[in-house]
């Protein structure tokens, strides 16, 4: 089924969102992204600086961009001030992830802005659709960031499209114009890429963490909540996160009840995975990435990366005239 949001996309150059990365998508990237012809999103941590969320919305609109934000729906539940203060600047769609919050929901619906949820497993799935968004994310396990890791993005995708009419987002693992091709042909009227624009130069991920990303190979990313216990943050336990292995993660994932202990009695402990992030110390600190880091040859403009996936059409002819 087409919709408002899914004709929207079509029309862009490459049907394609950056993914709403606290951290990694301001405004710099959401606005390079969008100039580009892919739709730019704004990654909203929990608790945001609200002059700077709002000079960012600011500035999107008075560009004319097509651009949204991401929000994690159990921060909003505490503080829905960040959702109506992007809000106040029109923005072209709203996404919501990590639980659900009928409040933030209902603040969307009274705006023009469209809806997206994002999902990582199938009760998740089933409560999106019944909220009956403008669209809906799948989300692999294969993604960066945090999220679920119960099922790989092609299944989870394939099972969707089985369920509902609602145009579907695919996530996790698209990185070159290939996996765009694939989740298109799939019947995705999209795909939402984040850690493929973790290296874009726009992306405010430090250098020193895009120099990893790039030289990243398979295997080289766990699935993990040793950073959120390590930083006692604030993560519900059911959503861990994919990060590139390091010291770190060597030394604790596989002791996850060891580092609780340590964690919750060693304030100079967290103090120090704290000052690492900030530091970029990253054999300590955690680099959010997906599989797909391990195609990610070099740190380039956003406008070179959209170009790339634009390459999708060119696979899709190809796989009808085999
Ligand atoms: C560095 C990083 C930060 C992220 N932060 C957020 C976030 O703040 N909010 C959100 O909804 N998703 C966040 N995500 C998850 C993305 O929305 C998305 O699901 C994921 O990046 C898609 O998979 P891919 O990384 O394989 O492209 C983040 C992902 C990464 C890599």
Redesign the pocket.
């Known amino acids: 089924m087409m919709n408002a949001l899914s004709t929207l996309l079509a029309m862009r150059r490459v049907p394609v969102f950056n993914?709403?990365?606290?951290?990694?998508a301001g405004v710099d990237l959401a606005s390079a992204v969008s100039a580009a012809g892919g739709i730019g999103m704004l990654?909203?941590?929990s608790t945001p600086d609200a002059e700077a969320l709002d000079s960012a919305g600011a500035r999107l609109h008075n560009e004319g961009a097509v651009w949204g934000a991401?929000?994690?729906s159990f921060a909003l539940e505490t503080d829905l001030s960040p959702l109506t203060r992007v809000l106040a600047h029109q923005p072209s769609v709203v996404?919501l992830?990590?639980g659900r919050s009928d409040t933030a929901i209902a603040a969307v619906r009274e705006t023009e802005s469209a809806l997206l949820m994002?999902v990582g497993n199938a009760a998740e799935l089933e409560q999106a659709i019944d909220a009956a968004p403008d669209g809906i994310?799948v989300?692999g396990g294969?993604?960066?960031?945090?999220?679920r890791n119960e099922i790989a993005t092609l299944p989870f995708l394939q099972l969707a499209l089985e369920r509902t009419n609602i145009p579907l987002f695919a996530?996790?693992?698209?990185?070159t114009a290939r996996g765009l091709a694939a989740v298109m042909a799939a019947g995705a009227a999209g795909a939402?890429?984040?850690?493929?624009f973790?290296v874009a130069e726009e992306s405010e991920?430090p250098d020193a963490a895009k120099q990893r990303l790039v030289a990243a190979q398979p295997g080289d990313t766990v699935y993990t909540r040793t950073f959120d216990i390590a930083q006692r943050a604030s993560w519900p336990p059911h959503y861990g996160g994919r990060a590139l292995v390091n010291d770190f993660t060597d030394a604790w994932h596989e002791c996850l009840d060891r580092l609780e202990t340590r964690a919750q009695a060693d304030d100079a402990f967290v103090a120090d995975m704290i000052a690492a992030r900030r530091e970029a110390r990253f054999d300590t600190a955690p680099i959010?990435?997906?599989?797909?880091s391990a195609l990610m040859t070099r740190i380039e403009p956003a406008r070179d990366i959209i170009e790339e996936l634009a390459g999708f059409r060119a696979h899709l002819s190809d796989a009808a005239s085999r």
């Open positions: 993914a709403s990365m606290a951290g990694a990654g909203v941590p991401g929000f994690l996404s992830g990590f994002q994310i989300r294969e993604a960066g960031g945090h999220g996530a996790g693992g698209i990185t939402w890429i984040g850690t493929r973790t991920f959010y990435a997906g599989e797909g």
